[in-house]
């Protein structure tokens, strides 16, 4: 869909420089000394998150039962702030059955451990600036 989907700005002024939707590389970047992470939406406004002890972000995909397609439906930015996670959800994909449209953002206030899909715990955190 669109390249550079999110930026991290680390605490000593370096940026780290995501990838696409299906290599979005969040595994790549250094896990910690996050200052913000900025996530480009699909029309080119960004998401900014700053201020959080923790970081994470992850795609979200849905796989078709008829045809067995797999289609990347909302993007995850993720902020922590002791127990709690507070999911930024970018809606990726809409149509006439979805009531949430392209661009679309839905905040949420999730336990540590059962912010995923499905309320599971995610992978990938990566720690911000210590206080």
Known sequence: MYDQI??????????????????????????????????????GEKLILSGYEKYNLFIGAVKSLSDGRTTISHMF??????????????????SEQNKY???????????????GIGRTSTTGWKLGISK
């Open 6 to 43: 999110y930026k991290v700005t680390f605490e000593d002024g370096e940026d780290f420089i995501g990838g696409n939707l299906q290599f979005p590389g969040w595994n790549k970047c250094v896990s910690e000394g996050i200052k913000s992470l900025e996530i480009t939406l699909p029309y």
């Open 77 to 94: 930015g993720l902020g922590c702030i002791g127990p709690e996670v507070t999911s930024y959800r970018i809606t990726l994909v809409s």
């Open 101 to 115: 449209r392209l661009g679309d953002i839905t905040v949420r206030k999730f336990p540590f451990g059962k912010e």
